[in-house]
């Protein structure tokens, strides 16, 4: 069959859908936009007043620290969120072996932590939107949508720590052990390098001393000395 080449804004086109199409991706889509809404419905509804006062207050229970608590963590959360989605839409780019790890980790320790917060959350919401003893007209649909949102953003931020700890364990150190290999190889070859070429020395060394000392001249008697010798006997 005849391959059907594809211009490179196709193929970039092509990788996007792709990566937004990974479970992951969609993990971290969803606990970003979960966490938009939980802060979002609280800074725009979430604080009301009474009729018979001007000063606003939250509408869980009257308690500032329950909707100051919900939109920090909610912030916070869609920061994070998306910052690691750029470390995944950039991880093939990134090649060192250690930066991938640091980054896994990091990934696993805060969706630990952010599963954490949010568990802590709901129960807190929850628990302050029951106790409430005055329901705003406004602020009731904002509450609800905090408590709601923070109880879906348990499962997605358990799936994010269970994908960055499969990553971290899936991934073998294989630069580890190709620079033992290497290693290895620059020893070897340089082991064999060095007795060659002291074999090579020493080959080349004998025939030339045993050529010098072939060409050294013996010492010789002069003939007078000779003939004075035989005369004298």
């Not at 994010?160 to 899936?170: F, I, K, M, Q, T």
């Amino acid at each position: 069959m005849r391959r059907v080449s594809l211009s490179p804004q196709e193929q970039s086109e092509n990788n996007v859908v792709q990566f937004l199409r990974q479970p992951r991706t969609i993990a971290r889509i969803l606990a970003g936009l979960f966490s938009l809404i939980i802060f979002a419905s609280l800074v725009t509804d979430g604080y009301q007043n009474l009729t018979a006062s001007s000063q606003l207050r939250c509408v869980l229970n009257d308690n500032r620290v329950a909707c100051g608590y919900a939109i920090t963590a909610g912030v916070l959360a869609f920061l994070q969120s998306f910052l690691f989605l750029a470390f995944d839409a950039y991880d093939n780019i990134i090649i060192s072996h250690k930066v991938k790890s640091v980054i896994l980790s990091l990934d696993l320790t805060f969706s630990i932590i952010w599963s954490c917060i949010w568990f802590v959350g709901f129960c807190f919401l929850a628990n302050q939107w029951n106790r409430s003893a005055h329901h705003y007209l406004l602020g009731s649909s904002s509450a609800r949508a905090s408590i709601a949102f923070a109880f879906f953003s348990i499962p997605c931020w358990v799936y994010l720590g269970y994908r960055a700890l499969r990553g971290l364990l899936s991934e073998p150190p294989i630069p580890y052990k190709k620079s033992l290999d290497e290693g290895a190889v620059a020893l070897t070859t340089l082991s064999s390098v060095t007795t060659t070429s002291i074999s090579n020395s020493m080959e080349y060394h004998s025939p030339t001393e045993g050529r010098r000392a072939s060409s050294i001249p013996f010492p010789q008697t002069p003939r007078g000395n000779r003939l004075t010798f035989l005369n004298d006997n």
